[in-house]
T-cell receptor
């Protein structure tokens, strides 16, 4: 079965510092990969997604992610974090091999300190 | 465009009571889904629909019923609420299947507590 692992439950970074959130997936083929962000008390918003092709994907709000098949990873990065980036970040994987399946990781909570 | 709307925002039920969580979207999306979000577990797919009259089960369907009579609405029914159903529920809609990469648009959520 597909699964998504986000090893970091909580990360704290200083404003202006770079950020990398880790995501590992387990899947037999190349899945569809996503990063979503959830601000407190809000629904989720798509940051970016990967289907195929260029392994470096650009998203909204200055985020990017890199798909590495050899490491089964899809890490999210941002060169300079802003205070407004404080939120919960979810990696997700989609598949239609056996019906419509969509799995979220457990999330990484990001705190930004001034 | 209101996007995806959910009502109510908060609800408290007693064990055994029934209720319906409402979800509506005005983007003419064929695909709609219900998720529950529990601490430390991320979001899990409960049920989804690929169009009016067509629904299917997700990862955690037990204890929930759905129907889809119109493109716009996708209600989630709890027939006999249990404390294990205490959670935050999110509805989402998309142009394509979420599993096939369709970009999902999420509602603001319903926080349900079952006593």
């Amino acid at each position: 079965a597909q699964s998504v692992t986000q090893p970091d439950i909580h990360i704290t970074v200083s404003e202006g510092a770079s950020l990398e959130l880790r995501c590992n997936y387990s899947y037999g083929a190349t899945p569809y990969l996503f990063w979503y962000v959830q601000s407190p008390g809000q629904g989720l918003q798509l940051l970016l997604k990967y289907f195929s092709g260029d392994t470096l994907v650009q998203g909204i709000k200055g985020f990017e992610a890199e798909f590495k098949r050899s490491q089964s990873s899809f890490n999210l990065r941002k060169p300079s974090v802003h205070w407004s980036d404080a939120a919960e970040y979810f990696c997700a994987v989609g598949s239609i091999i056996t019906g419509n399946q969509f799995y979220f990781g457990t999330g990484t909570s990001l705190t930004v300190i001034p | 465009n209101a996007g995806v709307t959910q009502t109510p925002k908060f609800q408290v039920l007693k064990t055994g009571q029934s209720m319906t969580l409402q979800c509506a979207q005005d983007m003419n999306h064929e695909y709609m889904s219900w998720y529950r979000q529990d601490p430390g577990m991320g979001l899990r797919l409960i049920h989804y629909s690929v169009g009016a009259g067509i629904t299917d089960q997700g990862e955690v369907p037990n204890g929930y019923n759905v129907s889809r009579s119109t493109t716009e609405d996708f209600p989630l029914r709890l027939l006999s609420a249990a404390p294990s159903q205490t959670s935050v529920y999110f509805c989402a809609s998309s142009y394509g299947l979420a599993g096939a990469g369709g970009t999902q648009y999420f509602g603001p959520g319903t926080r349900l507590t079952v006593l």
